[in-house]
């Protein structure tokens, strides 16, 4: 008995001295050790895992930018920047790939999609969506966005005539219900009829879930083995929702192929299915459009209702800025049917707001690093060597007093041409990446964008009913976690 016991305390002796050893070395002897950045941040990827499961690190980012400058070490192998031409250093690299410890053990066992880490697979499933998101298909589907921005508005009609002239609703709720309904008719073929019904979709619930699953593999992710212990240990509930949740695409997917009147549709469908035709082969079988399904569905709809609840948040708590825009809007159009995907590309201050917006709080606030391959890059003048992950994170960038004038206000007009802050760095702004993985969706998310907004700020007189602090001060898990946001609408002049 003495005898194992002994064994247990030498076995515990021997692996506190290698984490000793380990994080010595990490402090003062790792070749990132003279990149600015706290010791306990530099010491262990534990810090930086505390941090992402804290629903805190896009704040903790940038209290370390703030204090140690542009480039800061955020864990023994990972660089964070915040400098302008960082983007296009780590973005525009072909040599700087997507790296797979975030995603690994999803890999593993899914088939592959657009957001593969795999190169030559993304540039495959990325050609093969193109097709969904050009200028032509974002116009030939204008009508399905115009319909159920439509119908949103006029539920919210309903409400405020329903409580004689005055409604609170939890617009981020809304907001929800109607980015989900438009996955649900550009992957599928038909909405999920969400705002039809006013209830959430049960993939509203399981996307809220989705990033904190994605933010927790990526922590474990870097404590191996103990990732691969995370399948055994992953509550039944959980397993079970995302069987319900893939039993459903595919489902859904065969009802979208079964429909004849789209065989020629540009919706994602039917964009990899030309993709396929034209090729002359199948490039993209069935499981893989599901997996594109699975991530278009979740990625489109939660970032776009995440700008949409930012925007409106920060315009509620900025009443200078929501009269202009409601002005601009207000003029430009006599009725509610004139207000169009198209005819509301040309109102420039909303667009203003929209970017500011994205500024302030932006739906992608912290991402995924890229990993530095061959013998190492120049990135924002500095040398870093190979196996180094790096990322320009979103939330510190955009709140940098080195890149914005009064970082942490909201200021639409310096996205005019007359801006009154020239040295503002826009170039520090990339809300939607660049590169080859830039955001796929981006003209989908400004068609909805402006078409949202406008038909709410034309329609109703808005008003918070409570004391809100920032948007920014909400946690994040890779995704936003929001809370309601309850607005008092009337219709407008009355
Ligand atoms: C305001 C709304 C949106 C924002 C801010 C946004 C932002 C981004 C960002 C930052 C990335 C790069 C992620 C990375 O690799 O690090 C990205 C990629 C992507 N986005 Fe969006 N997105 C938005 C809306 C949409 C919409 C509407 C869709 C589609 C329906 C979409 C689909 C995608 C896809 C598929 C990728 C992966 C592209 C690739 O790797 O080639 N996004 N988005």
């Known amino acids: 008995m003495s005898h194992v016991l002994s064994i247990i305390v030498l076995g515990v002796v021997a692996t506190v001295f290698l984490v000793f050893c380990k994080v010595?070395?990490?402090?003062?002897?790792?070749?990132?050790?003279?990149?600015?950045?706290?010791?306990?941040?530099?010491?262990?990827?534990?810090?930086?895992?505390?941090?992402?499961?804290s629903g805190h690190y896009h704040h903790k980012l940038h209290e370390l930018h703030t204090k140690y400058g542009p480039i800061v070490r955020i864990a023994p192998n990972e660089l964070s920047f915040v400098s302008p031409d960082a983007w296009k250093d780590i973005y525009g690299n072909r040599n700087i790939p997507k790296n797979n410890v975030w995603t690994s053990q999803e890999e593993e066992h899914h088939p592959i999609s657009i957001?593969?880490?795999?190169?030559a697979t993304h540039l495959r499933n990325r050609r093969a969506l193109t097709g969904a998101f050009t200028e032509h298909a974002i116009a030939e589907h204008a009508y399905i966005?115009?319909?159920?921005?439509?119908?949103?508005?006029?539920?919210?009609?309903?409400?405020?005539?329903?409580?004689?002239?005055?409604?609170?609703?939890?617009?981020s709720n809304w907001l929800n219900f109607l980015t989900f309904d438009i996955s649900g008719a550009f992957a599928f073929g038909e909405s999920f009829h969400s705002v039809a019904n006013g209830r959430a979709h049960p993939w509203v619930e399981i996307s809220c879930n989705f990033g904190k699953g994605v933010g927790l593999m990526a922590s474990?992710?870097?404590?191996?083995?103990?990732n691969k212990l995370m399948k055994l240990a992953m509550p039944k509930n959980v397993m079970e929702k995302m069987k319900y949740h893939k039993r459903l695409v595919h489902e859904s997917l065969m009802q979208r192929l079964a429909m004849e009147n789209k065989t020629k549709a540009l919706d994602y469908v039917g964009s990899v299915m030309a993709y396929n035709e034209e090729k002359g082969e199948v490039k993209i079988p069935k499981e893989e459009i599901e997996?594109?399904?699975?991530?278009?569905?979740?990625?489109?709809?939660?970032?776009?209702?995440?700008?949409?609840?930012?925007?409106?948040?920060?315009?509620?708590?900025?009443?200078?800025?929501?009269?202009?825009?409601?002005?601009?809007?207000?003029?430009?159009?006599?009725?509610?049917?004139?207000?169009?995907?198209?005819?509301?590309?040309?109102?420039?201050?909303?667009?203003?707001v929209i970017l500011e917006g994205m500024r302030m709080s932006p739906p992608a606030a912290v991402g995924p690093p890229r990993v530095v391959e061959r013998e190492g890059e120049m990135i924002s003048g500095q040398y870093v060597p190979r196996g180094t992950l790096v990322a320009v994170n979103q939330y510190p960038t955009f709140r940098s007093a080195s890149n914005f004038t009064?970082?942490?206000?909201?200021?639409?007009?310096?996205?005019?041409?007359?801006?009154?802050?020239?040295?503002?760095?826009?170039?520090?702004?990339?809300?939607?990446?660049?590169?080859?993985?830039?955001?796929?969706?981006?003209r989908l998310a400004w068609a909805v964008l402006?078409?949202?907004?406008?038909?709410?700020?034309?329609?109703?007189d808005t008003k918070a009913v409570e004391e809100r602090g920032e948007f920014s001060d909400q946690k994040i898990y890779i995704f936003w976690e929001k809370k309601p946001l309850m607005v008092e609408l009337r219709l407008s002049g009355s």
């Not at 957001?115 to 190169?119: G, K, N, P």
């Not at 200021?411 to 993985?437: C, V, Y």
């Open 220 to 226: 474990i992710n870097f404590f191996h083995p103990l």
């Open 115 to 119: 957001v593969s880490t795999d190169e």
């Open 450 to 460: 402006r078409l949202t907004l406008s038909k709410i700020l034309f329609t109703f």
């Open 145 to 171: 966005l115009e319909d159920l921005v439509g119908l949103m508005v006029q539920k919210f009609g309903e409400a405020v005539a329903h409580g004689q002239g005055c409604a609170v609703l939890d617009t």
């Open 291 to 352: 997996a594109n399904l699975n991530i278009l569905i979740f990625t489109g709809s939660e970032t776009t209702s995440t700008a949409m609840a930012a925007i409106i948040h920060q315009l509620l708590n900025s009443p200078a800025v929501l009269e202009r825009a409601q002005k601009e809007i207000r003029s430009t159009f006599d009725n509610e049917d004139q207000i169009t995907v198209s005819s509301t590309a040309k109102l420039d201050y909303l667009s203003a």
């Open 24 to 53: 010595v070395y990490n402090i003062y002897f790792h070749p990132l050790r003279h990149y600015p950045g706290s010791k306990l941040w530099a010491a262990t990827r534990l810090t930086w895992a505390s941090a992402m499961q």
């Open 406 to 442: 009064h970082p942490d206000s909201f200021i639409p007009e310096r996205f005019l041409p007359k801006s009154p802050f020239s040295s503002d760095r826009l170039d520090a702004f990339e809300p939607f990446l660049l590169g080859r993985h830039k955001c796929i969706g981006q």
